[in-house]
């Protein structure tokens, strides 16, 4: 299992230049490593402060990661903070985010490549934000003794942790100082495996961004103005299936406007959306004729052609639709848009999202196996505002009875003293 994971950190970068000629990504992901070194350098020999590493895999995982971040720079004052992505969608979009001193993608694993980083950084905590396990990292950071948790891990019986071939991945969590996982079910997985006393329930810190994005909401002027009042269908981070299967109910339901959000905001994918809304507009053409003071047509579709507004988005909607439900993939935030106690409603692809499988349960979410059943449940919403209303409010109660993880893994790290302001 080792030489795998070995051929596959040697084989990664060479498909990725093999095709970034052709694929912005990977493009993104080469560019963005040819001068890691240098930077990381002069970060680290910019100041005598000590380091605490933040990990994420991409976006998503940042902004998971974000309330703890929040809260070791305002507790712990004299530390620097470094993040690392390891993709592109993330790096690109967070780069300067002033959370951080110093934000950079992670070199490729390997065992060079970690010891060097390390020795630079010297981190004096290490935290991977849910998942992301990258073996000579991880047995870098344990063999200089340095502090290394796990934040808002989920663990599912599939993965191959849990496998009777799953021993080199499972020796891999040992490198953690502590597991703090989503759930019980997590915990209990790991503690068939002999994790138990590194493994605590913390719970899981987006309930805490969401709340917080939530409670900043922004004025949007601009998308104030495209609603004027009318109802409003905030359709977030779609693939083309879920594009389609929201078609037709764009075409019979004229009274509504949409707010959509691809998942990629490549040119194919916004001239997609753009022929399967009906009249629909780009967001950055509809703010250029806005500045410009030019009329506007009949617009129904808005289609946000950049990363970063969509979570607040959610504030305009009385119904939120959530994309990936009816891809491979399976869903994407469903607790950006449930916040606002609007309810939620998705594809079939679901199962492996636990706030999607419980919001489900108490009533705050919809699941629909076709574009048929699609309609009938937002048709149903449409017409029935005390249904709508009720179902909003419950996934909402959901939100704030989940908050509080963020403070959890904070204490745990006070507890230990795995950082002082000594």
């Known amino acids: 299992m080792k030489s795998l994971y070995?051929?596959?950190?040697?084989?990664?970068?060479?498909i990725a230049k093999l095709i970034a000629p052709y694929n912005i990504k990977a493009a993104e992901w080469i560019k963005g490593r040819l001068t890691v070194w240098e930077g990381l350098t002069q970060f680290a020999n910019a100041s005598t402060q000590p380091i605490i590493w933040m990990h994420?895999?991409?976006?998503?995982?940042?902004?998971?990661?974000?309330?703890?971040?929040?809260?070791?720079?305002?507790?712990?004052?004299?530390?620097?903070?470094?993040?690392?992505?390891f993709s592109p969608s993330g790096y690109l979009v967070r780069k300067n985010h002033p959370i951080a001193n110093f934000v950079c993608y992670l070199p490729m694993d390997g065992a060079k490549n970690a010891a060097l980083f390390l020795q630079l950084v010297q981190p004096k905590l290490a935290i991977f934000i849910k998942y992301e396990f990258w073996l000579y990292y991880l047995q870098g950071l344990k063999k200089r003794d340095i502090p290394t948790i796990l934040v808002s891990g989920i663990f599912r019986e599939e993965q191959v942790?849990?496998?009777?071939?799953?021993?080199f991945y499972r020796n891999m969590l040992t490198c953690f100082s502590q597991?703090?996982?989503?759930?019980?079910?997590s915990r209990d997985l790991l503690s068939k495996i002999g994790l138990a006393t590194a493994t605590?329930?913390?719970?899981?810190?987006?309930?805490?961004?969401?709340?917080?994005?939530?409670?900043?909401?922004d004025s949007f002027a601009l998308i104030t103005?495209?609603?004027?009042?009318?109802?409003?269908?905030v359709a977030g981070s779609t693939w083309s299936e879920d594009d389609k299967a929201l078609h037709h109910l764009a075409l019979t339901h004229r009274e509504i406007k949409f707010i959509v959000a691809p998942h990629n905001i490549d040119q194919s994918r916004l001239n997609e959306c753009l022929t399967y809304y009906p009249n629909a507009m780009l967001y950055s053409k509809y703010e250029r004729d806005f500045i410009e003071n030019k009329p506007f047509k009949n617009v129904q579709t808005l289609i946000i052609d950049n990363m970063g507004m969509l979570s607040k988005l959610y504030q305009f909607a009385e119904i939120a639709f959530i994309g990936g439900g009816?891809?491979?993939?399976?869903?994407?935030?469903?607790?950006?848009?449930?916040?606002?106690?609007?309810?939620?409603?998705?594809?079939?692809?679901?199962?492996?999202?636990?706030?999607?499988?419980?919001?489900?349960?108490?009533?705050?979410?919809?699941?629909?196996l076709d574009v048929i059943e699609?309609?009938?449940?937002?048709?149903q919403l449409l017409n029935d505002a005390a249904m709508r209303i009720h179902c909003g409010s419950l996934a909402q109660k959901y939100i704030q009875q989940k908050a509080g993880a963020t403070q959890k893994v904070i204490d745990y790290i006070q507890e230990n003293r795995l950082l002082t302001n000594e």
């Not at 976006?59 to 620097?80: C, D, M, N």
């Not at 993939?329 to 636990?354: C, M, Q, R, S, W």
Request: glycine fraction near 6%; charge should be negative.
């Open 200 to 217: 605590m329930v913390s719970g899981d810190t987006r309930f805490d961004r969401v709340i917080s994005i939530a409670q900043q909401p």
């Open 374 to 379: 699609l309609e009938q449940i937002i048709n």
């Open 225 to 233: 103005q495209f609603c004027q009042n009318e109802r409003i269908i």
């Open 326 to 368: 009816f891809s491979e993939d399976g869903i994407h935030n469903t607790l950006e848009a449930a916040v606002y106690g609007v309810p939620v409603v998705f594809g079939p692809v679901y199962e492996k999202y636990l706030e999607a499988v419980e919001l489900i349960n108490i009533g705050g979410a919809f699941s629909a």
């Open 6 to 14: 070995q051929f596959f950190i040697c084989l990664y970068p060479f």
């Open 56 to 85: 994420c895999s991409s976006l998503g995982e940042f902004e998971q990661g974000l309330p703890v971040a929040e809260q070791l720079k305002s507790t712990f004052i004299h530390y620097r903070l470094l993040i690392t992505f």
């Open 179 to 185: 597991l703090l996982v989503q759930d019980d079910h």
């Open 161 to 167: 942790f849990f496998k009777w071939y799953g021993n």
